[in-house]
């Protein structure tokens, strides 16, 4: 049996296949979805400095090519994510991301600091969240200065904690994203988040199907565009890459090792099989490598030209 265990920032990882945030929300649901067989790290929903509630439902619909969301950041806010970090933590056994998000530069740091004494392995800056700083209402990812500010506010709050940038395929070029994110400090990157946003349309009802009317695209739609996003990072930068967008089978996350990522993040898979997408991405990829004599996955990691 081909091992799976993977090194990230120095960080043993018993699987690449994350799951990632904002999937599974409940503390007790990560708890369990921790235990399940080929998961390698679980992606907490990203925690603000105050709590927030849902967008109006449905806040997830799926379509034929994948899923739109608008969750609408909806999470307890920081003091009771913090409890409920410290409680978790003691039951998983695998390495635990704290995703946060914030909507003014000035929050990251009280954010990142509170977050850094739960203790994660990882903290995750979600940086495609609405911009409150800025009157266009744009993600701080879509800003090279504001994906700089972000990301150093955080660095100076998490000490010795690796911090990943979270970024959005929403723009032009992203690798001059991937490229500040590094010269800014983040030891990581993840991408993508979710794309468009999109709008989907009852035609009976005559209204938009989201109750938020807008909202990001996920799913098997995206994988072409998060592995060339990742390619091109991978291209760009040093620091290690978690490839997300898409995935839902074991072809799918070697794909996404070969066009440069260390990590796989699985997501919209989970809400169409359940937790066990996790063993089956896991034996699929382990039958991919007994197949075409893949010794382990640091020898496929970016092999595309
Ligand atoms: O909560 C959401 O609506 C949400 C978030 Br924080 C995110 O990062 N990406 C997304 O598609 N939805």
Redesign the pocket.
Known sequence: MKTLQTKFCNVTFPSPLISV??IVTSPQANAVLAKEKGIGAITWK?VSLRERKS?PVP?VVPYSSGYI??????NPGLEQAAKDILHIKKQIRVPLIISI?AFQISEFYPLALGVAKTRPDFIEI?L??PNVDDEAGKPFGTDLLMTTLAIQEVKRAAGDIPVIAKLTPNVVDITEFARAAEEAGADAISAI??SGPGLLIDVSKRKPKLGHKI??I?GKAIKPLALRCVYEIAKTVNIPIIGIGGVSTGEDAIEMIMVGATLVGVGSAIFGVGNSIFPKIAQQMQDIMEKHHIRDLKSIKKCID
């Open positions: 945030s904002g990203s967008h806040v969301n608008s969750v609408g950041l909806q998000v979600n495609s969240c988040n979710t909202g990001g996920s």
